[in-house]
């Protein structure tokens, strides 16, 4: 009797414990008690908690999934916008998380958060500094804006085909240069992992009293664990994008938006702007999916998936220091990388041949390949034993002949032009336009944003005199639209 006392007494404290230390995650619990008490249910959407959808399509996606696809307003779910209920909560939830003033999820990705911030933030004729390596959708937020891009180009490594990190003194020479600059607007980390000193070029932008507006795309996790970077929200800008979906473990297409504590940026604009942006059925799958992986990178269990994946990250990179013919990009003077993005090249093979040889060969997919090397990610999902594969493969590839079908690819995949302006952005892009064969688009205007994804970077802008250098970049196409 006196030992079952104390068992239940046990079990009782720990129940407390467990509820008072629970990661709370309001829209996966809103979700829960959805599917727990479900209604006669008429309203969208219409195949009405999967009873309606191709079969093959339930079985394989799993019946729950499509009895929990619904959008805002339904259920107690709360609203995107204006933010309510288990939304709002989960947004401040994730501002906390993040260490930002405010949070807003995206729907449609990162793009969705730069549409907003040019739209918000930016206005016609207006100048904002932007680094010749920022991703389309910025390029489309400006044209929307109207805003003219002063075009930063960062440093190469041109070993490596890809563009480096940024230097506070090539922003602070283009502030002092022309004073109608009225924001800043830079990528950080870039796409190979590159990292630029964001406290010195947000030091800069006090100094000259611009907003600074970082791209964070591929650094939503820096947050959340010491040995990655710190995060742009820590070191001064006014606000931050982060595609969650891509190392963050919540699902595609899923984003936010951060405003930093101390900034003066006007909130409300962002939130109107994406109002005009986004679905009006929201998914709630999406949406909770975005609580869930913030919830998840401070629980225990993410917290250890995230320092598996750092440790995953340099078990690979020793590996690979010791694989002949093999080179990675790492860390060097003037510029840091993060740790978990690993971009790697081997002598005699061009990286979209590496690429097709991991695929066919050895069934392994990475994040991208360009005429030089593969990026791979050490995501939070991935396993040791996945690198010690991966690690295995590549030793066998490096030490063996693949010369018998070596060829050079004669395209390049990095744009890494500087850009010769002719035409605004939008002018051009709303221009009268005509497509023309590739072979007679030299010394044209043109009228339409060129970019590969990934990595999303142009090519050719709207308003770009079109050059020879251009070509190798241009490969797969045979038409361009330039302006008349
Ligand atoms: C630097 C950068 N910003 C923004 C985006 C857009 O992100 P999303 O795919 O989440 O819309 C990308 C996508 O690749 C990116 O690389």
Not at 93 to 120: D, P, R, V
Not at 251 to 265: A, F, P
Not at 317 to 327: C, E, M, Q, Y
Not at 390 to 405: F, H, N, P, R
Request: net charge neutral; with cysteine.
């Amino acid at each position: 009797m006196y030992t079952n006392g104390r068992k239940e007494l046990t079990e009782k404290i720990e129940n407390q414990i467990n509820e008072s230390t629970k990661i709370k995650a309001p829209i996966v619990e809103a979700l829960q008690t959805a599917y727990e008490h479900p209604t006669y249910q008429f309203h969208i959407p219409g195949h009405t908690k999967g009873k309606a959808v191709f079969k093959d399509f339930k079985h394989l996606i799993g019946e729950k999934a499509l009895n929990l696809d619904t959008t805002d307003e339904f259920d107690n779910l709360g609203t995107l916008h204006p933010a309510t209920g288990p939304i709002k909560e989960a947004q401040e939830l994730a501002a906390q998380a993040f260490g930002a003033k405010k949070t807003f999820f995206l729907l449609n990705g990162s793009t969705a958060g730069n549409l907003a911030i040019a739209m918000a933030l930016t206005k016609k004729g207006q100048k904002v500094i932007v680094n010749r390596n920022c991703h389309r959708s910025i390029l489309t937020g400006l044209i929307i804006s109207g805003a003219e891009p002063v075009w930063v180009c960062p440093k190469r490594i041109d070993d490596w085909s890809i563009w480096g990190n940024i230097e506070a003194e090539q922003i602070e020479e283009l502030l002092k240069k022309d004073k109608t600059i009225s924001m800043v607007w830079v990528t950080n980390p870039t796409y190979e992992g590159v990292v630029s000193d964001i406290k010195s070029i947000s030091n800069v932008c006090k100094k000259y009293n611009v907003p600074l507006i970082v791209d964070e795309a591929h650094g939503c996790l820096w947050n959340f664990n010491k040995h990655l970077p710190e995060t742009a929200l820590k070191l001064g800008a006014d606000a931050v994008v982060h595609s969650l979906h891509k190392t963050g473990g919540s699902m595609s297409q899923t984003s936010m938006l951060h405003i930093s504590q101390d900034s003066t940026l006007d909130e409300k604009s962002v939130e109107k702007a994406l109002k005009l942006l986004h679905t009006t059925s929201p998914s709630l799958l999406l949406l909770g999916s975005l609580d869930a992986a913030r919830a998840n990178l401070q629980s225990e269990n993410g917290k250890k998936l995230l320092s598996r994946a750092v440790n995953n990250a340099k078990y690979l990179r020793t590996r690979l220091d010791n694989i002949p013919h093999l080179h990675q990009l790492k860390g060097d003077f003037g510029y840091k990388t993060d740790v978990t993005k690993v971009f790697i090249k081997i002598d005699g093979l061009s990286g979209k041949r590496l690429e097709s040889i991991l695929e066919i060969d050895f069934n392994i997919e990475v994040e991208s390949a360009s005429d030089i090397g593969v990026l791979i990610l050490c995501n939070i999902g991935n396993k040791r034993s996945d690198f010690v594969y991966l690690a295995d493969c590549l030793e066998k590839i490096a030490s063996k002949e693949y010369q018998d079908i070596y060829y050079l690819e004669k395209r390049k995949h990095m744009p890494m032009l500087e850009p010769q302006i002719k035409m605004s952005l939008r002018e051009a892009f709303y221009a009268e336009k005509e497509t023309i064969l590739k072979k007679d688009a030299v010394g044209r205007i043109s009228a339409e944003v060129v970019a590969e994804c990934p990595p999303g970077i142009s090519i050719l802008l709207p308003g770009e005199l079109i050059t020879k250098e251009h070509m190798p970049y241009l490969n797969d196409y045979e038409f361009l639209e330039v302006v008349k």
